[in-house]
Antibody, heavy 124, light 110 residues
Framework: QVQLVQSGAEVKKPGASVDVSCKAS????????IHWVRQAPGKGLEWMGW????????NYAQKFQGRVSMTRDTSVNTAYVELTRLTSDDTAVYFC?????????????????WGQGTSVSVSS | QSVLTQAPSVSGTPGQRVTISCSGS????????VYWYQQLPGSAPKLLIQ???QRPSGVPDRFSASKSGTSGSLAISGLRSEDEADYFC???????????FGGGTKLTVL
């Protein structure tokens, strides 16, 4: 079945960086865009950016520009997000989610498959 | 603070019909499709309503959506205890050049 499986929970100190992975299975990984969305405790959803797994091109939300990097490794059908210079405000559950086909220019088609989420806790 | 505005909570009794509203602006809801996600406690969001107010396979027809101007709404009829969850609206924002979400509405089934 189509699924996205994310890496495990992380605990980081302020100023550190974190990497979260998202492994796709059950479909052609390069055929669909992947988003990263986070959710702080008790809060709503916040979009961080998307990556085109086919080309490797990424587009980031302005809030995270300069601090986020989204990459992919097509040999293992996995997308990655790295967030640097962490603060306590980055404590959240990070989700990857699939969007529409990469055969077309990016258009928000809705996120139809989600990873299980990765908890990232930032504390001194 | 979320770009899209939703009431923090709504409640209903089993069998009842409830609606959840989502307010935006011309740069988002006014010119783009509205999507709805359901998030059960401790779980990832699940797509409930896709483009043109259609339901993905497996979503019961008790869930329906509509849009008027810069507002969208999700209706749930025949309320069931398993519908108790957080519901998020989402759309594209032309000004921000990215997807935006509402703050979420917590549905309690009494």
């Amino acid at each position: 079945q189509v699924q996205l499986v994310q890496s495990g929970a992380e605990v980081k100190k302020p100023g550190a960086s974190v990497d979260v992975s998202c492994k796709a299975s059950g479909y052609s990984f390069t055929a669909y865009y992947i988003h990263w969305v986070r959710q702080a405790p008790g809060k709503g959803l916040e979009w961080m950016g998307w990556i085109d797994p086919h080309s490797g091109v990424a587009n980031y939300a302005q809030k995270f520009q300069g601090r986020v990097s989204m990459t992919r490794d097509t040999s293992v059908n996995t997308a990655y997000v790295e967030l640097t210079r962490l603060t306590s405000d980055d404590t959240a559950v990070y989700f990857c989610a699939r969007d529409g086909p990469t055969s077309r220019p990016y258009y928000y088609n809705a996120m139809d498959v989600w990873g299980q989420g990765t908890s990232v806790s930032v504390s001194s | 603070q979320s770009v899209l505005t939703q009431a923090p909570s709504v409640s209903g009794t089993p069998g009842q019909r409830v609606t959840i509203s989502c307010s935006g602006s011309n740069s988002n809801i006014g010119s783009n499709y509205v999507y709805w996600y359901q998030q059960l406690p401790g779980s990832a969001p699940k797509l409930l309503i896709q483009r043109k107010n259609q339901r993905p396979s497996g979503v019961p027809d008790r869930f329906s959506a509509s849009k008027s101007g810069t507002s969208g709404s999700l209706a749930i009829s025949g309320l069931r205890s398993e519908d108790e969850a957080d519901y998020f609206c989402s759309t594209w924002d032309d000004s921000l050049n990215g997807p935006v979400f509402g703050g979420g509405t917590k549905l309690t089934v009494l």
